[in-house]
Structure formats: C-alpha cells, structure tokens
C-alpha cells in the first residue's frame, strides 16, 4: 500500500497570499497523483489530475508540480472561497487507492 | 452534466447492514468505474472499494473485504454499496464517486453528494 503524507496539517495563509502545499508518496507514483479541495459539509472536488492539469472550471490561481514521490499544489493568491482542506491521492498503483492526511489552508 | 445522486440519511443498528445507492446520469454508465469513500467525522477520506459496472469486476480495500459488496443496475444506471455487520466505527459521510475508464482508476470527479450512516444502539 502507498502512503501518502501530506504537510503541514494547517497552513495559516492571508488573503492574497501564496500558499504551498506538499504531498509525498512513500512510493513513486509517476505523475498519477489529484488534488482534491473540500469545503465544510461538501463533498470533494477535484482540482488537479496528472499532477499539474487543472480539472474543467478550475482557476488558474491553482497549479499543481512534481513527479516521483514529491508534489505540490500551489494556490497563488488565495481568495476567501479558497480557504478549505485540501487532499493529496494516488492512483497510479492500486488496489488500494490512498489519500493523504489532509492540509486544512485557514485565514491567519 | 455528470450527476451522482445519492440516496438519504441511514440510521442503523450495531451489527445491521446498510444500503446506500448512487444513480447516476449524463454518461455512458458502464465505461468508467465507481468508487466508494467514506469519512468519518472530522477525519479524512478512505476508500473502500470499485466496481468496474462494464463487467461487474470489484477491487476492494483489504480492512472491508469480507463485509462489503459493491453491485450495479445497468437499467436505471445505479450503483449499490452494502457494508455489513456495522459498528459504531462505521459512522461517517459515504459518497460515491466517478473515476477512469473500464480498468483504470482514474482521477475521482465528480462526487455524490454524501450519505450520512449513524451506527448507534
């Protein structure tokens, strides 16, 4: 099974600000690795898939990098709907399919 | 558009079984897998299990092997989790969700819009 660890558990970011999130996989996972952001009392969204290709309707304001067992998602500036928790997940080697531990990005 | 929709709230019993149901429209029904994950409260995502509705084939997570089962209707397009022999641990939000084609997993979009299960005597 791949773990996925996902840092830091809380990012404390200002509006307009830049946040990085990080995602390690204890494994390479190539470059099959989403993002997923979460709001209270939703459900999931995904953000980005393949590592660095937005999903339809996805602001640009959101891009995602790496390869391997390192990844980042990057918010560039954040807006007030951005704060949320967000998911790493790998489907490059599965069953089972893993999440990471969640980053939650609140307003400092 | 792509919709999953999920059936409504289930309250259970300790050692009942629950049926949750995931309709799903706006695509060719067998030719991309559903997913199941669950979240507990305040914790993370966790999948459970996939069906492959093209050809029925299943792949589930090792801790829900023997008490789960993931089923399809391809005449209503619909897909069924029953998790069995529940305890309070599996409290939580249930949600399906769409990934890849026939075999492949697949980034997961869209999602249903959660089931809660409450196990309480």
């Known amino acids: 099974e791949i773990l996925m660890t996902q840092s830091p558990a809380t990012l404390s970011v200002s509006p307009g600000e830049r946040a990085t999130l990080s995602c390690r996989a204890s494994?390479?996972?190539?470059?099959?690795l989403a993002w997923y952001q979460q709001k209270a009392g939703q459900a999931p969204r995904l953000l980005i898939y393949?590592?660095?290709t937005r999903a339809t309707g996805i602001s640009a304001r959101f891009s995602g990098s790496g390869s391997g067992t390192e990844f980042t998602l990057t918010i560039s500036s954040l807006q007030s709907e951005d704060f949320a928790v967000y998911y790493c997940?790998?489907?490059?080697?599965?069953?089972?399919?893993?999440f990471g531990g969640g980053t939650k990005v609140q307003i400092k | 558009q792509v919709q999953l929709m999920q059936s409504g709230a289930e309250v259970k019993k300790p050692g009942a079984s629950v049926r949750v149901s995931c309709k799903t429209s706006?695509?060719?029904?067998?030719?991309?897998?559903i997913s199941w994950v669950r979240q507990a409260p305040g914790q993370g995502l966790e999948w459970m299990g996939r069906i492959n509705p093209f050809n029925g084939v299943t792949n589930y997570a090792q801790k829900f092997q023997a008490r789960l089962t993931l089923t399809t209707d391809a005449s209503t397009s619909t897909v069924y989790m029953e998790l069995r022999s529940l305890t309070s641990d599996d409290t939580a939000v249930y949600y399906c969700?769409?990934?890849?084609?026939?075999?492949?997993?697949?980034?997961?979009?869209?999602w249903g819009q959660g089931t809660l299960v409450t196990v309480s005597s």
């Open positions: 997940q790998q489907y490059n080697n599965w069953p089972p399919l893993t």
């Open positions: 494994q390479s996972v190539s470059t099959n």
């Open positions: 969700t769409r990934g890849g084609f026939y075999d492949s997993s697949g980034p997961f979009d869209p």
């Open positions: 706006g695509y060719t029904f067998n030719s991309r897998g």
């Open positions: 393949g590592a660095s």
